[in-house]
């Protein structure tokens, strides 16, 4: 399809780039808006925070098993009312979660938008590349395509504080909304109404394979989310949930090794450069989880308010900009994709073992600035090349499918941090505050002088003498608790610290790295 039939005429090249980067930010409001306040989020639903992650979950596994057959569903309609009936769906689907409050119900919902998210996409980001000229239009496509990416969550997260603190959580929807039907009047404007593909019946989608993978990611999920709330093996549910993936995952690859036209060819695998690309993506997204470490304790610890912790995430957005930069200028100055990969750990690791000492009971923003902007930088260096290295870690014709399995290091990378953070801090806050509060009993006499002197305080400002004493108490409770917190937070961020020194150790002595970038060079720059 050429790109230029797309558009009228009329449009110019300058507007073409800046209403497809524009309709690209579609996909990171419908994964962001409601992750963007948890707390919020959950308060509204009545759910608990797992479920809210859950469903963040459900949106980005559908998204991915969507990517699968996406191809197909764009070459049946044609490309105006494609994109069309896509964000008017996406605007009904923002107005009903405003007035749904059964969470199954939204769960549902949220799939379908998993669906709408992934839809445009890869359209709209082969729309972009093909606007640009120069030999270097597949980098910055991928930098500009990701680049939105990384500025939906502190965008959404500001736009979000503002309107909880001045209106109504639905007023979120409501604005979410609005954005996509702004996507409706773009192409409606500057799309030509023709088809531009042979269409290809529907019936010829592989959804038995759709329906295994949904399925798969979906209860694969759902034993990690929800794995240490109910008590791992202990519980009917996270046993089932685990059979249940692990059956119709082994289905999904046995359709595809035994069907002609495989949804997903799994000779894929066959190529270690895309294994270590995989392996490479999944300790990548375990890496980047551990800020929302640092985003909990700014609540919970440090008792930042909710504006000043949106407005603090634009340090580390500056950080993805350099980053991002950084990595543009060594990808076109055929810098190999290992030592770029190596700088970026080796950030991860100063950022872990930096951020180790600032946890403490208070702290200034001008303490983190630093550790938390290398973490941005650390972040824009390897993205965009470990996309695109595992994409040109295999002959061209398998590229859409190296694709797919760089979403799939995104889902499982995810998930898995999160459950190892989730875990990880409940195993360890309980056995710290077990170990502070036989340092805390009511018969020690440090504990007596303390609670005397706390409760002295609150008699001085005016409280009486029981409710000074029982807030005395809470308290010391309290501090005890966020101890424990920031203890955990410490060891966790220590561990990772070193294993993403171990990462770069391993870079250090891979050879498959070196070759796949050698394919790269050839394939983009043709030397």
Same mark, same amino acid.
């Given at each position: 399809?050429?790109?230029?039939?797309?558009?009228?005429?009329?449009?110019?090249?300058?507007?073409?780039?800046?209403?497809?980067?524009?309709?690209?930010?579609?996909?990171?409001?419908?994964?962001?808006?409601?992750?963007?306040?948890?707390?919020?989020?959950?308060?509204?639903?009545?759910?608990?925070?797992?479920?809210?992650?859950?469903?963040?979950?459900?949106?980005?596994?559908?998204?991915?098993?969507?990517?699968?057959?996406? =191809?197909? !569903?764009?070459?049946?309609?044609?490309?105006?009312?494609?994109? #069309?009936?896509?964000?008017?769906?996406?605007?009904?689907? $923002?107005?009903?979660?405003?007035?749904?409050?059964?969470?199954?119900?939204?769960?549902?919902?949220?799939? /379908?938008?998993?669906?709408?998210?992934?839809?445009?996409?890869?359209?709209?980001?082969?729309?972009? *590349?093909?606007?640009?000229?120069?030999?270097?239009?597949?980098?910055?496509?991928?930098?500009?395509?990701?680049?939105?990416?990384?500025?939906?969550?502190?965008?959404?997260?500001? *736009?979000?504080?503002?309107?909880?603190?001045?209106?109504?959580?639905?007023?979120?929807?409501?604005?979410?909304?609005?954005?996509? *039907?702004?996507?409706?009047?773009?192409?409606?404007?500057?799309?030509?109404?023709?088809?531009?593909?042979?269409?290809?019946?529907?019936?010829?989608?592989?959804?038995?394979?759709?329906?295994?993978?949904?399925?798969?990611?979906? =209860?694969? /999920?759902?034993?990690?989310?929800?794995?240490?709330?109910?008590?791992?093996?202990?519980?009917?549910?996270?046993?089932?949930?685990?059979?249940?993936?692990?059956?119709?995952?082994?289905?999904? *690859? #046995?359709?595809?090794?035994?069907?002609?036209?495989?949804?997903?060819?799994?000779?894929?695998?066959?190529?270690?450069?895309?294994?270590?690309?995989?392996?490479? =993506?999944?300790?990548?997204?375990?890496?980047?989880?551990?800020?929302?470490?640092?985003?909990?304790?700014?609540?919970?610890?440090?008792?930042?308010?909710?504006?000043?912790?949106?407005?603090?995430?634009?340090?580390?957005?500056?950080?993805?900009?350099?980053?991002?930069?950084?990595?543009?200028?060594?990808?076109?100055?055929?810098?190999?994709?290992?030592?770029?990969?190596?700088?970026?750990?080796?950030?991860?690791?100063?950022?872990?073992?930096?951020?180790?000492? !600032?946890?403490?009971?208070?702290?200034?923003?001008?303490?983190? /600035?630093?550790?938390?902007?290398?973490?941005?930088?650390?972040?824009?260096?390897?993205?965009?090349?470990?996309?695109?290295?595992?994409?040109?870690?295999?002959?061209?014709?398998?590229?859409?499918?190296?694709?797919?399995?760089?979403?799939?290091?995104?889902?499982?990378?995810?998930?898995?941090? $999160?459950?190892?953070?989730?875990?990880?801090?409940?195993?360890?806050?309980?056995?710290?505050?077990?170990? %502070?509060?036989?340092?805390? %009993?009511?018969?020690?006499?440090?504990?007596?002088?303390?609670?005397?002197?706390?409760?002295?305080?609150?008699?001085?400002?005016?409280?009486?003498?029981?409710?000074?004493?029982? !807030?005395?108490?809470?308290?010391?409770?309290?501090?005890?608790?966020?101890?424990?917190?920031?203890?955990?937070?410490?060891?966790?961020?220590?561990?990772?610290?070193? /294993?993403?020194?171990?990462?770069?150790?391993?870079?250090?002595?891979?050879?498959?790295?070196?070759?796949?970038?050698?394919?790269?060079?050839?394939?983009?720059?043709?030397?």
């Amino acid at each position: 399809m050429s790109n230029t039939q797309v558009f009228k005429s009329w449009v110019p090249n300058w507007a073409i780039i800046a209403i497809i980067f524009f309709c690209l930010l579609h996909s990171m409001v419908l994964l962001g808006v409601y992750t963007s306040n948890v707390t919020y989020a959950a308060s509204f639903l009545d759910v608990e925070p797992e479920d809210l992650q859950f469903s963040m979950i459900v949106t980005y596994a559908t998204f991915l098993t969507t990517i699968l057959v996406e =191809s197909r !569903l764009f070459k049946f309609f044609p490309t105006k009312k494609y994109f #069309l009936t896509i964000y008017s769906l996406s605007a009904l689907t $923002f107005i009903l979660t405003a007035y749904i409050e059964n969470f199954s119900i939204f769960i549902i919902l949220r799939m /379908a938008e998993g669906v709408l998210m992934a839809l445009p996409c890869v359209p709209l980001r082969q729309f972009l *590349i093909s606007r640009f000229k120069s030999k270097h239009a597949l980098i910055i496509g991928f930098t500009l395509n990701y680049s939105a990416l990384f500025l939906a969550t502190p965008f959404i997260m500001n *736009i979000a504080v503002w309107l909880l603190e001045n209106y109504d959580w639905k007023y979120m929807t409501y604005g979410s909304a609005f954005f996509q *039907i702004v996507c409706v009047g773009l192409v409606m404007l500057t799309f030509k109404s023709h088809r531009f593909h042979r269409k290809i019946p529907l019936y010829q989608v592989d959804w038995s394979s759709f329906i295994f993978l949904i399925t798969s990611l979906l =209860s694969g /999920a759902y034993f990690f989310v929800y794995g240490e709330k109910k008590y791992w093996f202990d519980s009917q549910q996270i046993v089932i949930a685990l059979v249940v993936s692990l059956l119709t995952g082994g289905l999904f *690859i #046995l359709r595809q090794m035994l069907v002609k036209r495989p949804t997903f060819d799994m000779r894929v695998f066959r190529y270690a450069n895309l294994r270590t690309g995989l392996f490479i =993506s999944v300790f990548f997204y375990i890496a980047r989880s551990t800020l929302n470490i640092c985003h909990s304790t700014m609540f919970t610890v440090w008792n930042w308010e909710p504006s000043r912790v949106a407005n603090v995430q634009y340090l580390n957005l500056v950080g993805n900009v350099v980053g991002m930069i950084l990595a543009g200028i060594f990808l076109a100055k055929s810098v190999s994709s290992k030592y770029m990969f190596i700088i970026g750990f080796s950030l991860f690791a100063v950022f872990h073992l930096w951020f180790t000492f !600032l946890f403490v009971p208070d702290v200034s923003l001008y303490d983190i /600035a630093i550790p938390y902007m290398l973490q941005g930088v650390a972040v824009g260096i390897i993205f965009v090349p470990l996309v695109l290295f595992t994409v040109s870690a295999v002959p061209t014709h398998y590229g859409p499918f190296a694709g797919v399995v760089g979403v799939a290091g995104r889902f499982w990378g995810s998930i898995i941090g $999160f459950a190892i953070i989730q875990n990880a801090g409940v195993f360890l806050q309980r056995n710290h505050y077990l170990k %502070l509060s036989q340092f805390v %009993l009511p018969e020690s006499p440090e504990t007596q002088t303390r609670v005397v002197q706390i409760t002295q305080s609150f008699i001085a400002k005016g409280y009486a003498d029981d409710n000074a004493n029982k !807030l005395a108490i809470k308290q010391i409770v309290s501090s005890v608790s966020k101890q424990s917190i920031l203890l955990s937070n410490m060891e966790i961020f220590t561990f990772m610290g070193y /294993a993403m020194l171990i990462i770069v150790v391993l870079l250090l002595v891979n050879q498959h790295l070196k070759q796949t970038f050698d394919i790269f060079r050839n394939r983009i720059w043709g030397n």
